[in-house]
């Protein structure tokens, strides 16, 4: 990746926040289809590897938490809650205390349930990004959430989790897995006005891929998950499989595996 040495300068002081705000924007690529994802971890690791200090910590918090109001969604300014939020869950496995962890999950948490959808990548990332330091406190996050998580806290748990650099120890890969599961089977327990929703709509699609991520990592367990997942009646657990099955990383490598829950599919 690319990086961008003026973060270094501009996270020495507090005056510097207004040219800091401005090179993000500047460079953020919005509006547009596409923001500056390099820029952005690049600001990211920089936060992480200063020697933090309150202004900063202050700095970040208030990125990750400007409204739709203050920073409306595809424009320069949605940019900053991006980076803001990505910059927490790369501070987040780093050496945080205990408060600023707790302050940092919650802004995370947060945003998974943003109204802009940029805002609520942010967060899958950072917990990608908690995850690249450190499974176990990724995985504590996900038992934080779990409980009682919303449509789109589940999406950005699952996108979280189905990042392959953080799926080589076989027991995490097995864990994310077994989290995809539980969340996919709870989905014929929603009401038909709750699966009519954008919340909705979004996480469904989110499992669309990221179940073949893990089954990628775990396919001796994953493609009977598959198998069970394609024997049900419910139209939205076919569809996940099905767009699943599409995905290069079984195709090309299971071929029979995707043939034998396609033939589910097709005779159920």
């Known amino acids: 990746m690319k990086s961008f040495p003026a973060f270094g300068i501009l996270l020495r002081s507090p005056s510097s926040r207004r040219d800091l705000f401005s090179l993000l924007e500047k460079n953020s690529g919005l509006p547009g289809p596409r923001a500056n994802l390099e820029l952005g971890y690049s600001f990211a690791r920089a936060v992480a590897s200063a020697n933090l200090v309150e202004w900063q910590w202050d700095l ?32 987040y496995a780093g050496g945080l205390p205990r408060p600023r962890r707790r302050a940092a999950a919650a802004a995370i ?19 990608q990004l908690v995850g690249e330091k450190d499974t176990a406190a990724l995985r504590q996050i996900v038992e934080q959430w779990r409980a009682n998580a919303s449509l789109l806290e589940n999406r950005a748990i699952v996108a979280g989790l189905a990042h392959p650099p953080i799926l080589n ?31 909705f709509r979004v996480l ?49 490598k299971y071929p029979a595996e995707v043939k034998r829950v396609a033939a589910l599919l097709e005779s159920s």
């Open 109 to 127: 948490r947060a945003a998974a349930s943003d109204p802009r959808w940029r805002t609520r990548e942010g967060a899958a990332m950072a917990l």
């Open 169 to 199: 120890d076989p027991e995490f890969a097995h864990y994310c897995l077994e989290v995809a599961g539980s969340i996919m089977r709870a989905l014929p327990k929603l009401g038909a006005d709750v699966r009519r929703s954008e919340e």
């Open 204 to 252: 469904r699609q989110g499992l669309g891929y990221a179940v073949s991520v893990f089954v990628a990592k775990q396919p001796a367990e994953g493609f009977p998950m598959l198998e069970e997942a394609a024997s049900t009646a419910d139209s939205d657990i076919r569809w996940i499989v099905r767009e699943n099955l599409r995905k290069n990383r079984l195709t090309g």
């Open 60 to 91: 970040v918090l208030s990125m990750a938490s400007l409204s739709p109001t203050k920073a409306p969604v595809n424009t320069t300014k949605e940019y900053l809650p991006f980076c803001g939020v990505l910059a927490l869950g790369a501070l």
